[in-house]
């Protein structure tokens, strides 16, 4: 089966950057990228390629390339749905917020809907690739709405799962350890199965194409997802016991790192980990394990998110004592909102969760950040409900530049590990300071013995003393 056009649900982190490298590596496939939301869409149209709605680096040269090229973002879902060989569906998959599964299941409203639509607008056979996060099985349901609402044609679905990292997207989408197709394990599902492979084969070596069944497909991005997040509570969990005895989460994660069984990967102590994925798919995971019965395994997993929780608030309990126990009124620096760095994504940022302890205890609270917008920041707080959003406003100000952030500040907490960080001037910003002078390192990424020697006092996530 010979692709030649290519659509493509959702604009956002994921169908974005994913689409405009098979543009590039494709040129011969025409690609339309659709979406709801037609800002967003506007946005990626945008001739000023700053404005671009998701920041990675080097994308914007890639969309530069492919763009009305053979790379289309638009509104006209139906017309693109129609034209297409291949439909990859990239819409959010959030934690539920209401009913059954609340707080744990993924709402997979977005995903029927364009299920629905799909359903409604098909004039001819297609493959339908998910490429968002699922629960296992989410295939045949999308496969009985399309089989019992469509018009009588033939739909082969696939999973596809993205893991690509964000701020690393472009890279990871031109280089990827793996790609994972699962399909059918009937003539036309292996057909269909071939159809995706060959494209990705145009740059992906073929022995890094994996294809599976379905089940399995769906299930290992969970699972990638839920080690990976892991590992960070471990060396989170390791980092809290490293400062009580005089350790250094840094030496101990070089040392155990160096066993090639364990891998130096993913082992950076730090505030918590944040992102669309880690925590959304852990508890999606839980919630399949306690569907299934399996209670044990539930709450296994379940700790996961409970030492990323308790990691946060560590870190602002710790802010909060060491100022003396009373931060009411206090200057606190936020450099970075981010949940990592090279990425203007703050979905569950461990920012957030900081800032908001923080308020509580009555902080006053300047953030920097490169890439995130304002709005942002007050919507992600406003989400949390905890204070009015006049409050929020009146106690979290948000500045352009990071030495104003900082002037007057009580004590700076560094929340993202942007790299511009490590190279202010810190004797300037220290000698605008109110004395002493705090830096709270949520990252591990500042020289705290230059720190120090300026008059700095420094905690480092990790560290003891
Ligand atoms: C993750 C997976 O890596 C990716 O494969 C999947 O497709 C989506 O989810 P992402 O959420 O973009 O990607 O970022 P990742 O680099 O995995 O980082 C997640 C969080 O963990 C960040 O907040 C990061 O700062 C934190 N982290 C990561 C640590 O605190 N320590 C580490 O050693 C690594
Ligand atoms: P991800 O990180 O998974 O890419 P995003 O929230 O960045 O998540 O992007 C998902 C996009 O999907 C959003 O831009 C949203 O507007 C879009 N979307 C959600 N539902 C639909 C739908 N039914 N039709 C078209 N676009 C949709």
Not at 64 to 88: C, G, H, P, V, W
Not at 163 to 189: C, H, S, Y
Not at 322 to 339: E, P, Q
């Amino acid at each position: 089966m010979n692709i030649n056009k290519i659509c493509c649900i959702g604009a956002g982190y994921v169908g974005g950057p994913t689409m405009a490298v098979i543009a590039q590596q494709c040129p011969h496939i025409k690609i339309t990228v659709v979406d709801v939301n037609a800002k967003r869409i506007a946005a990626w149209n945008d001739t000023d390629l700053s404005k671009l709605p998701v920041f990675e680096p080097g994308l914007d040269e890639v969309v530069k390339e492919a763009r009305n090229k053979n790379l289309y973002f638009s509104t006209n879902i139906d017309q693109a749905i129609d034209e297409a060989d291949m439909i990859f569906i990239s819409v959010n998959t959030p934690t539920k917020t209401y009913g059954k599964g609340k707080g744990m299941a993924a709402d997979l409203k977005y995903i029927e809907l364009c299920a629905r639509q799909i359903a409604k607008v098909a004039k001819q056979d297609k493959i339908i690739v998910e490429k968002s996060t699922l629960p296992v099985r989410t295939a045949s349901a999308i496969k009985n709405i399309l089989d019992n609402t469509g018009n009588g044609v033939q739909f082969q679905i696939l999973s596809n799962p993205e893991f690509l990292a964000e701020g690393t997207a472009v890279q990871d989408l031109l280089n990827p350890d793996r790609v994972l197709i699962g399909g059918d394990t009937t003539k036309e599902g292996q057909e269909a199965i071939q159809a995706l492979v060959s494209i990705y084969a145009h740059w992906v070596p073929k022995e890094r194409i994996l294809t599976t069944n379905v089940w399995s497909s769906e299930l290992s991005k969970l699972t990638a997802n839920a080690f990976l997040a892991q590992r960070v509570s471990s060396i989170n969990a390791m980092s809290a016991i490293c400062e009580q005895s005089g350790a250094d989460v840094n030496e101990v994660a070089k040392a155990i790192g160096m066993d090639s069984r364990i891998g130096s990967k993913f082992l950076k102590a730090s505030v918590g980990f944040g992102g669309s994925c880690f925590q959304k798919d852990i508890l999606n995971l839980a919630y399949i394990a306690k569907t299934y019965g399996l209670k044990e395994v539930a709450n296994y997993w379940e700790q996961v998110i409970l030492i990323n929780n308790y990691q946060k608030n560590r870190f602002s309990d710790n802010i909060v004592s060491t100022l003396y126990n009373t931060v009411s009124g206090k200057k606190i620096a936020f450099l970075g909102w981010a949940f990592k760095k090279d990425t203007n994504d703050t979905r569950e940022s461990a920012a957030i969760q900081v800032a908001d302890n923080l308020l509580s205890e009555q902080a006053h609270i300047s953030v920097y950040d490169p890439k995130v917008s304002e709005e942002r920041m007050y919507a992600d707080l406003d989400y949390l409900n905890t204070r009015s959003e006049e409050e929020n406003r009146n106690l979290l100000t948000v500045d352009q530049d990071p030495y104003e952030a900082c002037k007057g500040a009580h004590a700076i907490a560094v929340l993202t590990e942007w790299d511009e960080f490590k190279a202010y001037d810190w004797q300037r910003i220290y000698d605008s300071m109110q004395k002493p002078a705090f830096v709270f390192d949520g990252r591990g990424i500042l020289d705290t013995e230059a720190l120090k020697k300026i008059g700095f006092n420094c905690y480092t996530i990790g560290k003891g003393s």
